[in-house]
């Protein structure tokens, strides 16, 4: 409606500045030298013609005839003009033609000099064509600009509309986005689910490895390929199973029907623009499968079968090499997550993980890590400048939670104090790490953050006594300090885990920190 209002209010402006026939009062004619090819007269229109003395050709004059000239004024004799070719004084030959009968009726008049000589009879008027081209109809003109603004408003009106969709697409139910359409033909699919492509295949033909993930439909078609084998993990959203995929080893994360808000917040946090990173859980599909009783709501994720950090360290240890790696991956990831990345046609905003922990990190075969888990990761809109928050912000595992949390001191209108929080959960983990670093046949078992200090199921206010008011910290083993790698990984941990959350690390801090670590030790880049 508004590009139709727009169309009509630019016509009426036309036809308003177009001028009308008004016999008896004013005439509009057509003017070769006027700045709008157009003059109003209360008298007359009229066309000279007359041959240049030095060009010898032929040409013509559109002007107007003001009512003051007029003599006799009800029948000027200038306007019956026709002199006759004097080969002595051309510039003095012409002919003139007077009209006012309609508004430019002067533009199709040509008179003819009276006697023309042979030499110029047979002459074509260089001005003729000249004339035509400056006889061009403004109403013409006036349309074709019309048309073309009115059609610049329609593609204007559209790139809006396709934006305010894409802005707000966040804002709608839980599970609209994946809405079941089961008369969608998968046949749509088959030039990128092609026989031989692998997953990877599909990914990088579709998203350039930076994009915000599969398209709908292909998540779709490969959600429902997939097989469950086996049972792998449980937590409080549902199961963890590991699934097959022509032959490929997927993760299959499945929620229960009441935790539909957390499977549209992940699967929403998986597919932001540029997120896709060797250090973050590779997202496959999001997908919602109604059998007729119950709803599953599953998430695709790569498969790694050395399981989470977690449950590598409670079996294995690793050497200092390892120990870095495992950190260095870690940070490396966190900070592509907590950076906003500006300049590109859409950019990734900055995101907070608000539960990192090593159950939430899986272990690659190469020895590195990816962080996942994404369920309660918030992140800031640089175009609204809000922080989409639940309405309660003291989320997350209660043995990770930092100081500020914990008290409920946060700042929630400042985005970096989620970031700063994640990066006290990192120190611990990093503690993890440490404690089992193999150097010489020693090193300690594995243990939880705070083992010593709460029960096996802390309540946020036995850990609020212990982290705010009792300021502990986990306990560094004093053999760490002889161990220059150690020594230097507990310095970081000490300062990502500062009370005061404005004087810890940043993540990319940590990153250069630990890779100027690992140039020292001589770690070679992951195969």
């Not at 004799?77 to 030959?93: G, I, M, Q, T």
């Not at 003291?394 to 914990?406: F, I």
Request: aromatic letters at 8%.
């Amino acid at each position: 409606m508004l590009v139709w209002t727009l169309v009509a209010t630019l016509l009426l402006s036309v036809s308003a500045q177009t001028p009308q026939t008004t016999k008896g009062k004013t005439i509009t004619c057509f003017c070769d030298k006027c700045a709008n090819l157009e003059c109003v007269s209360d008298g007359y229109c009229y066309t000279s013609t007359r041959i240049d003395k030095e060009t010898k050709q032929i040409e013509h004059d559109f002007r107007c005839f003001d009512k003051i000239a007029h003599f006799p004024p009800e029948n000027p004799a200038w306007c019956k003009e026709n002199a006759h070719l004097n080969p002595e004084s051309l510039l003095r030959s012409a002919a003139v033609a007077c009209c006012d009968n309609e508004n430019y009726c002067n533009k199709a008049l040509r008179p003819q000099i009276a006697s023309m000589p042979p030499q110029f009879a047979s002459m074509r008027p260089q001005d003729e064509k000249i004339g035509d081209d400056l006889s061009t109809d403004t109403s013409l003109i006036i349309f074709v600009g019309t048309t073309v603004l009115v059609v610049l408003l329609l593609v204007l009106l559209v790139i809006y509309c396709g934006w305010t969709r894409n802005h707000k697409w966040k804002k709608q139910r839980p599970g609209a986005l994946f809405k079941s359409n089961d008369s969608m033909d998968p046949q749509d699919q088959q030039p990128i689910l092609g026989v031989n492509n692998t997953l990877r295949d599909i990914i990088d033909m579709t998203t350039s490895g930076s994009g915000s993930g599969l398209p709908l439909l292909v998540q779709r078609s490969i959600a429902r390929q997939i097989q469950l084998v086996e049972i792998i993990g449980k937590g409080r959203f549902g199961e963890v199973w590991r699934g097959r995929w022509r032959g490929e080893n997927v993760a299959v994360k499945i929620f229960s029907s009441r935790e539909e808000r957390s499977w549209f917040r992940e699967a929403e946090i998986y597919q932001t623009v540029m997120l896709r990173h060797d250090n973050i859980l590779g997202f496959i599909a999001a997908d919602n499968k109604d059998n007729g009783t119950w709803t599953q709501l599953w998430l695709v994720t790569d498969f790694h079968e050395n399981g989470s950090l977690f449950d590598y360290l409670s079996t294995r240890t690793v050497d200092i090499v390892g120990m870095i790696r495992m950190a260095l991956s870690i940070s490396t990831g966190l900070a592509h997550l907590h950076m906003e990345i500006v300049g590109t046609q859409a950019g990734k905003p900055a995101i907070a993980h608000r539960d990192l922990k090593s159950k939430n990190i899986l272990v690659k075969l190469n020895g590195t890590c990816a962080i996942g888990d994404l369920g309660l990761a918030v992140h800031y809109d640089d175009v609204d400048g809000k922080i989409d928050l639940a309405t309660n912000s003291r989320v997350g595992t209660k043995r990770y939670m930092a100081p500020e949390v914990l008290d409920e001191s946060i700042c929630e209108n400042h985005f970096d104090s989620f970031k700063r929080a994640d990066v006290y959960a990192l120190g611990l983990i990093f503690w993890e790490i440490t404690r089992r670093c193999n150097v010489g046949g020693i090193y300690d078992e594995y243990q939880l953050p705070y083992y010593d200090l709460v029960p096996s199921d802390p309540t946020i206010e036995e850990m609020r006594k212990t982290v705010c008011e009792g300021r502990h910290r986990p306990s560094i083993p004093n053999r760490w300090q002889s161990i220059d790698a150690l020594n230097a990984m507990s310095k970081v941990m000490k300062e990502c885990w500062y009370h005061n959350a404005a004087a810890r690390l940043t993540a990319l801090r940590i990153k250069k920190t630990l890779a100027n670590l690992g140039a020292s030790e001589d770690i070679k880049p992951p195969q």
